[in-house]
C-alpha cells in the first residue's frame, strides 16, 4: 500500500505527514512517499523523511497515479484528481459545503474522499478531530499574536516606577479555540472576560478564572451535538448590545463564533469597533466564514480610522505550523489505524463504520454521505 503525502500550496505550512507518523504508518504495513519539500515550511526537510524511512520524490505527478492513499492538509487541484488512481482513499480538509466540484470531481474519478471538516465529534473519533486539534492551537495564537500588536503588556506590574494595569482581554465563543484562547491569556496575566450563547459554557469559564459575561437573550440552548443553535436577529441585536460595553473597556478582543457548515453570525459592528480604545486589538478566528467582525478581511490585518487593529487570519495555527502539523499528522495517524486491517495490511472501509459514516463523502464512483448526496 503506496501512501503519498504531496507538497502543499504556497501559503500554507503545514503538512499531513511528518517524520514521526511517517515511521508509525511504515511500521503499520504503509510505503510512504513525500513529495520533497513538502515538510520544510513545518520545521522537516527531506533528510528528516528519509531517515524514517519514507521515500522523498520530486515529482507528485507520477506518483499520484500509483498512491493508494494521498494524505494533504487542503483541498487538493481539480486536475490532480483524474490523475489519481480508482479506490485511492484521499484524506484531507477541502470544505465541502462550498467546494462541490471538488466532491463532484472525486466521484467522477471514483476516489475516496475523507473530508476532515466533517469528522464526527464523538469520544470515539476524538483522536481524529481536526477541527478540533487545529482550533485549540488557533486559540493560543491568537492571544500571542494580539499581544504582539498591542502595544500594552499583558499582566500587572508593580514596579518602583509605578503600578501597571492588567490587560483586559474579552473572548467570544468558548468552543475548543475560545477555551484555548481564555486560558493562554490567563497564563500571561490578563484579567479575562468571556462570552458564550451556550449556558453550560459558564462552568467551564470560571474554571479558568476568567469572568463569564451575562447577556440574557431568551431561550439560546445547543444542539444535540453540543453545537451551538443559530440567534434570531432580534437575539443577534440583544447580544451585541450586550457586548459593546464589555468591548470599549477591552484591550483585545478574541471571536471565534463559528456555526457548522454556516456563515458565522456578525457579532463586533463598525459602531462597536469605532467605541473600542485606540491602540486595541481584535482578533477574528472566524474569518474563514465570513468573520464576526464587520468588515474583516481575509488573511489581513488593518486598523480602524479610530486606530483599532482587525486581524482576520483564517487558519492562525499555520503560524505554529511545526505543532499544527504534529497534532494534524497523528490525527489522520489515527484515523488510517482505524480503518486498517493489521492481518491483511490492507484498507478495510467500512461504510457503515460510525466515523466513516461521518467524514467519507465519495465511495463506488458516488457521492455517499448523505449531506451531499443528490437524490435522483
Ligand atoms: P465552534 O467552532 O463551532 O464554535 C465556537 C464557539 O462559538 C462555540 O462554543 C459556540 O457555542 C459559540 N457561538 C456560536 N454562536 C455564538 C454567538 N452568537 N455568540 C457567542 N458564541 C457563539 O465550536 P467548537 O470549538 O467546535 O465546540 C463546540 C462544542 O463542541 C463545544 O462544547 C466543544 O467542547 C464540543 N466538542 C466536542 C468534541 C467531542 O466530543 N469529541 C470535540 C470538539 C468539540
Redesign the pocket.
Known amino acids: 500500500m503506496l501512501l503519498f503525502c504531496p507538497k502543499e500550496k504556497s501559503p500554507e505550512s503545514r503538512v499531513a505527514v511528518t517524520p514521526e507518523s511517517a515511521q508509525a504508518l511504515r511500521s503499520l504495513g504503509f510505503s510512504v512517499c513525500v513529495e520533497s519539500g513538502a515538510g520544510l515550511a513545518a520545521g522537516h526537510n527531506d533528510e528528516a523523511y528519509r531517515s524514517s524511512g519514507a521515500e522523498v520524490v520530486s515529482d507528485a505527478a507520477t506518483v499520484y497515479p500509483q498512491a493508494d492513499v494521498v494524505l494533504r492538509v487542503r483541498s487538493p487541484e481539480p486536475e490532480s484528481i483524474s490523475a489519481l488512481k480508482p479506490a485511492c482513499l484521499h484524506v484531507s480538509f477541502f470544505d465541502p459545503f462550498s467546494r462541490t466540484d471538488l466532491l463532484e470531481a472525486f466521484a467522477k474519478s471514483n476516489v475516496r474522499a475523507v473530508s476532515m471538516e466533517m469528522m464526527?465529534?464523538?469520544?470515539l473519533?476524538?483522536k481524529m478531530?481536526a477541527?478540533?486539534s487545529q482550533?485549540n492551537l488557533a486559540g493560543y495564537y491568537a492571544v500571542v499574536r494580539a499581544a504582539e500588536r498591542l502595544n500594552r503588556i499583558l499582566p500587572m506590574m508593580m514596579t518602583p516606577a509605578g503600578t501597571i494595569a492588567p490587560a483586559k482581554v474579552f473572548v467570544?465563543?468558548?468552543?475548543?479555540?475560545?477555551?484555548q484562547a481564555i486560558a493562554t491569556a490567563k497564563r500571561l496575566g490578563a484579567r479575562v472576560e468571556a462570552?458564550?450563547?451556550?449556558p453550560?459554557?459558564e462552568e467551564q469559564v470560571k474554571s479558568l478564572g476568567a469572568r463569564f459575561v451575562k447577556i440574557d437573550i431568551g431561550e439560546s440552548g445547543?444542539t444535540e451535538?453540543?453545537?451551538?443553535r443559530?440567534?434570531t436577529p432580534e437575539?443577534?441585536e440583544l447580544?451585541r448590545a450586550g457586548m459593546a460595553k464589555v468591548c470599549s473597556q477591552s484591550d483585545i478582543v478574541i471571536t471565534?463564533?463559528?456555526?457548522?457548515g454556516r456563515k458565522?453570525?456578525v457579532?463586533l459592528t463598525r459602531e462597536m469597533l469605532a467605541g473600542m480604545r485606540r491602540g486595541s486589538v481584535v482578533v477574528d478566528l472566524?474569518a474563514e466564514s465570513g468573520g464576526?467582525v464587520e468588515g474583516v478581511q481575509l488573511n489581513a490585518e488593518f486598523e480602524t480610522d479610530e486606530g483599532v487593529r482587525v486581524i482576520g487570519y483564517g487558519t492562525l495555527e499555520a503560524c505554529v505550523s511545526t505543532h499544527a502539523s504534529q497534532v494534524y499528522a497523528s490525527n489522520l495517524q489515527a484515523l488510517l489505524e482505524h480503518v486498517w486491517d493489521a492481518e491483511l495490511k490492507t484498507l478495510k472501509l467500512d461504510t457503515a463504520d460510525p466515523i466513516l459514516k461521518g467524514c467519507l463523502l465519495t465511495d463506488g464512483a458516488a457521492i455517499i454521505h448523505e449531506c451531499f448526496r443528490k437524490e435522483s
Do not use: C, H, M, W
Not at 225 to 228: E, K, L, S, V
Open positions: 464526527p465529534r464523538t469520544t473519533a476524538q478531530d477541527l478540533s482550533a467570544i465563543g468558548v468552543g475548543v479555540a475560545g477555551l462570552f458564550d450563547t451556550r453550560v459554557v445547543q451535538q453540543g453545537y451551538a443559530e440567534l437575539q443577534l447580544q471565534t463564533a463559528k456555526l457548522f458565522s453570525p457579532l472566524a464576526n
